[in-house]
């Protein structure tokens, strides 16, 4: 027995099927922008995992950079608005 296997075993963890890696990766060719609209159909899975971990940290990128706008642009206004209110709201999110 392979001490992946027996390492599976071990802990309790159930073994992901090849049939259900191919469905989280086809779950996951249609979410990537990048990898959606490009018109071949073939791409790798390790591609797709590259692509959507890349996705992923430009997202995180984009929410940091729109929580530091919302922090300067609640700087400018009166605190006791209603915009300071939602940009508050916001930011917490």
Known sequence: MSSRR???QSSGSTRISDDQI???VSKLRQLVPEIRHRRSDK???SKVLQETC???RNLH???DDLSERLSQLLTTIDSDSA???IIRSL???
Do not use: P
């Open 6 to 8: 027996s390492r599976q």
């Open 22 to 24: 191919i469905d989280l």
């Open 43 to 45: 791409v790798s899975a």
């Open 54 to 56: 890349n996705y992923i």
């Open 61 to 63: 990128r984009e929410v």
């Open 83 to 85: 915009e300071a209110s």
């Open 91 to 93: 930011i917490s999110q």
